[in-house]
């Protein structure tokens, strides 16, 4: 019989996908795991993780479980689209660049990309697609998507999204965000989660969990006149209905009823700007873009590549420019951070 004990998970920098579970979470699934509850959400874990959703996103949502990001924001665009409508979003967007063409598969819908230096879209760059509407030629912008935070870890500020939000209503045309790290950018706003939603009104939000600590949970949020009653059904088609739903909705109970989303928040984003600010004493390290949320995109010397990434693994994110992606997440520790910027000093000096 195989073991696991040797097996050496070291800590890095590489994603929010490569830590562990939080684990008071893991204590609360073990809570969880006795006796018998109903399948499929009929369970009373379930029936309070709904009411805490609506605590902190609005009385008028529907609330949807599933297994893993594509999903969420593969069944919240299919929830608002036809299959000769598009989505507009930004030529950095996760359903664009990194979902295996998943929305142009199961939906039969177009993406539209358009070009961003920060990962965040405008208005004017969204009236730019509609000049055709109307046109039986041509695919039917009709979904507004944005990630929040980016790709590119910056955030869109409130008055940004009430922006996409006001033309979209103008324009006869439903807003999605894509919220893996959604609680990030709440952190970074100092705002609460449902100024980001039905404060606004949006129509549908991927809300992240397993990049902030949860075991393969995610949720779709649908609000407003974009509830649908036969979502359940979208969903079961999909292959994402979970049967012991209780471990998926009992991680959001805690999650949320507890503000432990507000803590991992807090300290990934808090972990990325201690490493922000670390960096200011290496001229020959560049910050390519504001660190909003728990990333950071820099540029190297080639040369330290490999022995950092030995200290602690990264990705490099865009190979051309040669731009490496640091990601924070709810176990760095003050040790990580020390132990990679004493190799960064290191490299320093055998530049002298």
């Excluded at 920060?118 to 507004?144: F, S």
Aim: overall charge negative.
């Amino acid at each position: 019989m195989s073991s696991v004990e040797n097996f050496e998970f070291r800590p890095g920098f590489g994603s929010d996908n490569h830590s562990g579970v939080h684990p008071r979470l893991l204590e609360f699934l073990l809570q969880l795991n006795r006796g018998h509850a109903h399948s499929y959400g009929g369970d009373e874990v379930s029936a309070l993780a709904y009411e805490e959703f609506k605590r902190h996103f609005g009385e008028d949502i529907d609330v949807h479980y599933v297994f893993n990001g594509t999903a969420a924001n593969v069944l919240c665009l299919n929830a608002l689209l036809k299959s000769y409508e598009a989505v507009i979003c930004s030529d950095q967007a996760h359903l664009h660049l990194d979902e295996c063409a998943a929305p142009e598969k199961h939906l039969g819908c177009k993406l539209i990309p358009l070009s961003t230096t920060d990962g965040k879209i405008t208005p004017e760059q969204v009236l730019q697609t509609l000049k055709r509407r109307g046109d039986q030629h041509h695919a039917q912008p009709k979904v507004i998507s944005i990630t929040q935070p980016t790709e590119l870890g910056t955030v869109y500020t409130i008055k940004e999204m009430q922006a996409l939000v006001e033309l979209a209503k103008a324009n006869d045309l439903l807003v999605h965000v894509d919220g893996a790290r959604f609680v990030n950018a709440a952190i970074h706003l100092q705002v609460d989660l449902k100024a980001l939603t039905s404060g606004i009104g949006i129509d549908a939000l991927s809300f992240g969990g397993t990049k902030n600590g949860l075991l393969g949970a995610e949720a779709v949020i649908l609000f407003g006149q974009s509830r649908r009653s036969d979502f359940k059904f979208l969903r079961k088609q999909a292959m994402q209905l979970p049967s012991k739903m209780r471990f998926i909705s009992g991680q959001f109970l805690l999650y949320l009823q507890e503000g432990l989303w507000r803590e991992i928040a807090l300290h990934s984003t808090g972990m990325a700007q201690r490493l922000k600010a670390a960096l200011q004493e290496f001229p020959q390290i560049q910050i390519c873009y504001p660190v909003e949320s728990n990333a950071l995109f820099v540029k190297i010397p080639k040369a330290w590549t490999k022995r950092l990434r030995e200290q602690a693994f990264f990705y490099v994110w865009d190979e051309d420019l040669w731009v490496m992606r640091w990601m924070t997440s709810f176990d760095t520790t003050e040790k990580d951070l020390q132990d990679f910027v004493s190799c960064l000093r290191r490299l320093q000096s055998e530049e002298h």
